[in-house]
């Protein structure tokens, strides 16, 4: 039986309608929006379902309008999250629409409501950013985005080991919901910002991200501590106020980089990696303000009045800066930013320049220092004491100061002895700035000190002095950081010096002692002749005993090689007198008036010299310095 013709079936007209709309929509995002196919039948379709998609769009758009009474006022999209995801690609959809209708089909009243739609799409979207922002503060703090604490502890770490298993577990959930907060806030930020930077909103997102995120980093700031100073503040506070905010400032510097200001950027870069400009932008108009704040305190610092003391903690601060310049750079590496770097890298180079402006001033401290009262019985003159004190501390600080100086210009055209850069050297065999620094200072000290000597009329007093302020010296540099400094060679030079002024000394102290026993070989003398050597030994010697036992030694191992080296000599000597010549006084009459010392007397008499224990003044010797002892002219 026939089977009449029927219809085609609205199933096929149907699919048949799908595939024409699919190719369509194919062909559409294949094409820019200013070269969409001109084919008239494609043009149909295209524009129903861009006419489509800004009914789609309308409503759920308005149902999320700020200026409803419904619910979803006082509700953010993205809590329902399904219907935020919608929402964004309603608004994508929009401007795909929008797009195509402007090109082909200006003159289309469903081009007007799609601009009012997006306008209304762009103010949800700006509320919806500012609840985010708002809303999670906790989760979005610098701290978070910038990654775990840089000791890698948790914040339950430090809770009573003894806590129940149950607790930790609570925490420990705690802690997951808010790293999940975070990450969820972060995606809907960025999902936000794509969506309104594509649209042509950029800025207006921007405007709410920086008034927020500005608050936070401002906030931040002033939580660590961070004050905003003139000058005039810094010049009229006393040291101890300037010290409390050094310290404070060298802890807040750390975190406001490591945490605060990275975390910033990170946050930035993450919600803005659609536009580099408008990132770079944001993140500069958050943080420059109090960035540049910040990295001003030093050069106030370095304004205020400078001192020899002053000098250590601008060092701290130098190296504070100079650690974290490798991050200051990286984080402030826009152009947008380059006015904070600047700041830091002005205040790095100004610490540097006061640091050596001050280590110049000691210098021309020593050199002017106008004292002329010796020292009683030629011990330790108290410039030596503060100089080497000070100078030990610099050396506390060479890492630091090397860093500094090692930008200054070389000592190595002065007059200073080539031998002075031979110790200690480095991996290429040069000698750190650092060192021949601090070797400079000490050697202007040594020459100022040779210059004092010459104020004491005696000569072997003037040599004692010199022997003990050197040996200070040298004990000061062997038990401080600046043998670490000096090195070795310099020490057993300076050594050797000493071991000059001791001898100097002793020829200087004892010549007339000496003088006063007959040359060898001992020749047969009369009677006469012997006691006037006996008289005349016996005055010197006693000359020599009461002028030195008011003489001082205060180091217990040179005032023990003095004593040995000069018993050594003198009793030798002495011995070899009497043994010679006191058998031809055998009958003499009052011999122990005459012989009033007996050789084994010499060393008791001189166990008692150099403790001070009769400091009277110097020796009225008119024996006169040398005009120099080998240092450097100035």
Known sequence: MLVPDTPRSTTSSNNTLSAIKMMAVSLYNSFPSSSIPSSPVIHKFTQSMMEENIDNAELIIKKWAPSTSSVTFATSLFHQRKEAKEFLKCVKDLRRAMHFLVSEHRASAKLVLAQKLMQIAMNRL????????????????????????????????????????????????????????????????????????????????????????????????????????????????????????????????????????????????????????????????????????????????????????????????????????????????????????????????????????????????????????????GGIHPLTRTAMSYISSLADYSGILSDIVSDSPSLRNTPLPESYFESPTSDDNSTPEVSVRLAWLILTLLCKLDSKAEVYKDVSLSYLFLANNLQFIIEKVCTTRLKLVLGEDWISKHTKKLKQYAVNYEIMAWNKVFSSLPEKPYQELPPEAIKERFQRFNAAFLEAYKKQTSWIVPDGKLRDELKVSIATKLVAAYREFCDTYLVMLSGEKNLETLVRFGPDDLGNYLSDLFHGAAISGSSSSSSSLSSSRGCIPR
């Open 126 to 377: 700006e509320k919806e950013l500012y609840l985010i922002l708002s809303a999670h503060h906790d989760q979005l703090d610098p701290e978070s985005v910038s990654g775990p604490s840089s000791d890698g502890s948790s914040n339950f770490e430090d809770e009573d080991e003894e806590g129940s298993e149950e607790e930790i577990k609570l925490v420990g959930e705690s802690i997951a919901n808010v790293e999940r907060e975070a990450t969820y806030a972060m995606s809907d930020l960025k999902s936000i910002a794509d969506c309104m930077i594509s649209a042509g909103y950029g800025k207006e997102c921007i405007k709410i991200y920086k008034l927020i995120r500005k608050s936070i980093v401002d906030e931040g700031l002033y939580l660590l501590g961070v004050e905003r100073l003139r000058s005039s503040h810094i010049q009229k506070m006393n040291w101890e106020a300037l010290e409390h905010l050094i310290k404070n400032w060298l802890n807040a510097v750390k975190i406001a980089v490591k945490t605060l200001f990275n975390g910033e950027k990170a946050l930035c870069d993450h919600v803005f990696s659609a536009s580099e400009t408008l990132r770079e932008s944001c993140f500069s108009e958050i943080t420059k303000e109090g960035a540049i704040n910040l990295f001003r305190f030093p050069e106030l610092i370095v304004k205020s009045k400078k001192s020899p003391e002053r000098i250590f903690p601008l060092m701290e601060l130098h190296e504070a800066l100079s650690n974290l310049w490798p991050e200051i750079e990286l984080i402030f590496n826009s152009e947008s930013t380059s006015a904070i770097k600047l700041q830091a890298l002005s205040s790095l180079q100004k610490l540097g320049a006061s640091v050596h402006a001050i280590l110049s001033d000691f210098e021309s401290t020593i050199q002017k220092d106008s004292s002329k009262t010796p020292v009683l019985g």
